[in-house]
């Protein structure tokens, strides 16, 4: 129930960054200034708290995608479905601990 | 007291009539007008969300975490990027299944929560709209985009331009 609130709130996010952010590039189209300046706007701090939200959300929405797949389409994938969600969760917190320490420190520790 | 369930707002109830040898439930699996479009949904959202996870993974890995990261990212990255082939196909291959994944996904979602006919129908007419203009802007940025843009004559500055 839970993992399908949090599936359906992932993808609604992702969905409508990607039309920004297909709109944001689009700009290569208009001036390489135009670009480069709409692009610097998410290397501030602030946005690169945001970018770690929007990938901890994508990671959610695949990781339990694919718990999903596996529960409609392998034999035994309703019966392990509870550890599934809770092996979902462990490689989520894993990835996410090894995305934040990266990107947070690139993008907040100046250039 | 008797509960009343509504019929699936997604595809069409099927209406078999008396003596033709159909069944009449109203929530058959296929029929109606729309076939098995539903399952072909169901499908897709399955088989373009292994390959989501793997083109929007090697999206993350290349962009936000090789190298100096996200300042790296410019007009000139995309640039580099864009020269080659393999990357154009795979950001439009990103582009249309993502576009198409998520359309689906907010597809079901209105039907599940308007209740009303009208509300339903223009929200998908908002959708579907912003769909189109997406799919087909971002496909038309990848295919014609220009390292060294040029306005009235005048090359733009920090384009890459081959050297006259």
Request: overall charge positive; glycine content about 8%; hydrophobic content about 55%.
């Given at each position: 129930m839970w993992?399908?609130?949090?599936?359906?709130?992932?993808?609604?996010?992702?969905?409508?960054?990607?039309?920004?952010?297909v709109l944001d590039t689009s700009l290569v189209r208009v001036s390489p200034e135009a670009y480069t300046a709409v692009i610097g706007a998410?290397?501030?701090?602030?946005?690169?708290?945001?970018e770690t939200g929007l990938v901890a959300a994508i990671v959610f929405h695949a990781f339990n995608g694919l718990r999903i797949i596996a529960v409609d389409?392998?034999?035994?994938?309703?019966?392990?479905?509870?550890q599934m969600l809770w092996t979902v969760l462990g490689l989520w917190v894993v990835v996410m601990v090894g995305f934040s320490i990266r990107h947070l420190s690139l993008a907040l520790g100046g250039h | 007291?008797?509960?009343?369930?509504?019929?699936?707002r997604s595809g069409k109830p099927s209406s078999g009539k008396p003596g033709s040898g159909k069944i009449q439930p109203k929530y058959r699996r296929t029929g109606g007008s729309k076939g098995n479009f539903e399952m072909l949904a169901w499908l897709f959202m399955r088989l373009s969300?292994?390959?989501?996870?793997?083109l929007i993974f090697g999206h993350l890995t290349v962009n936000l975490l090789v190298g100096e990261g996200i300042h790296a990212i410019d007009f000139g990255f995309v640039a580099g990027k864009w020269a080659d082939p393999f990357w154009q196909f795979w950001d439009l291959a990103m582009l249309w299944l993502a576009m198409l994944h998520g359309t689906n996904g907010v597809r079901t979602i209105i039907n599940d929560y308007a209740e009303k006919d009208a509300?339903?129908?223009?929200?998908?007419?908002?959708?579907?709209?912003?769909t189109t203009v997406?799919?087909?802007l971002g496909t038309l940025v990848i295919f014609t985009f220009n390292p060294c843009p040029v306005a009235n004559g005048v090359q733009l500055p920090g384009g890459f331009c081959p050297a006259p």
């Open positions: 993992s399908w609130v949090g599936h359906r709130i992932t993808g609604v996010v992702i969905f409508f960054f990607l039309l920004v952010h998410y290397k501030n701090p602030l946005m690169a708290l945001g389409f392998w034999k035994k994938g309703a019966k392990y479905q509870r | 007291m008797t509960a009343t369930i509504q019929s699936p969300g292994v390959v989501l996870v793997v509300t339903r129908l223009w929200l998908k007419i908002v959708l579907y709209a912003a997406i799919i087909i």
